[in-house]
């Protein structure tokens, strides 16, 4: 079981707004900044949010929020290319470790 | 460019050992925090460990705590994973992850393309 939870599968429409959650404590993400992570096809990660900074090369469709022990990320203006399985991540400073949430499988209809 | 090339993965029967090995370029290596991430065959990412800047502080998943050792070699552009008293379920693809600090924050930021463990008799 992970210390973080997501939904695990959200869809939409290409051009809809969706936004998956992840929900910790006030161990991990009530106290540090969340990463999200989009894994298409078992390739490797790629990041797509650190806090709520993007990287470079990751469109401004993008967007994050946090809000008490619940970390959101918004994609607006669905893409087909978006559809892949989205992770965030974030530190606990009880287990002194990295935790990840579960995963949400995105799928684009 | 960032480049994170993993290295040493392959087939070791239980109870055995690995030495994963992660070169690093394209930024400043002994700047930023590194850490491994794994993923087994159709589940989730799972933390692995990391180690700080200088290498002097590292941090484990309970899950390897006492067999699996993280070290870097700063002149080398090198992270390391040793991985000791190996167990069916560390089977995974196993990811070097640059993590810089960002905002305050250590973020893992740069993935590299993975390397296979099974274990298996």
């Known amino acids: 079981q992970s210390a973080l939870t997501q939904e695990a599968s959200v869809s939409g429409t290409v051009g809809e707004k969706v936004t998956l959650s992840c929900t910790g404590n006030?161990?991990?993400?009530?106290?540090?900044?969340v990463g999200w992570y989009q894994q298409i096809s078992h390739g490797p990660p790629k990041s797509v949010m650190f806090g709520n900074s993007l990287p470079s090369g990751i469109p401004d469709r993008f967007s994050a929020s946090k809000s008490g022990t619940t970390a959101s990320l918004t994609i607006s203006g669905l893409q087909p290319e978006d559809e892949a399985d989205y992770y965030c991540a974030t530190w606990d400073f009880s287990l002194n470790a990295r935790v990840f949430g579960g995963g949400t499988k995105l799928t684009v209809l | 460019e960032v480049q994170l090339l993993e290295s040493g993965g392959g087939l070791v029967q239980p109870g055995g050992s690995l030495r994963l090995s992660c070169a690093a370029s394209g930024f400043t290596f002994s700047n930023d925090a590194m850490t491994w991430v794994r993923q087994a065959p159709g589940k989730g990412l799972e933390y692995v460990s990391s180690i700080t800047e200088s290498g002097d502080i590292t941090y484990y998943a309970e899950s390897v705590k006492g067999r699996f050792t993280i070290s870097r070699d700063n002149s080398k552009n090198t992270l390391y994973l040793q991985m000791n008293i190996l167990r069916v379920e560390d089977t995974a693809k196993y990811y070097c992850v640059d993590t810089p600090r960002l905002n305050g924050h250590h973020f893992p930021a740069n993935w590299g393309q993975g390397t296979l463990v099974t274990v298996s008799s």
């Open positions: 006030r161990n991990n993400i009530g106290s540090y900044g």
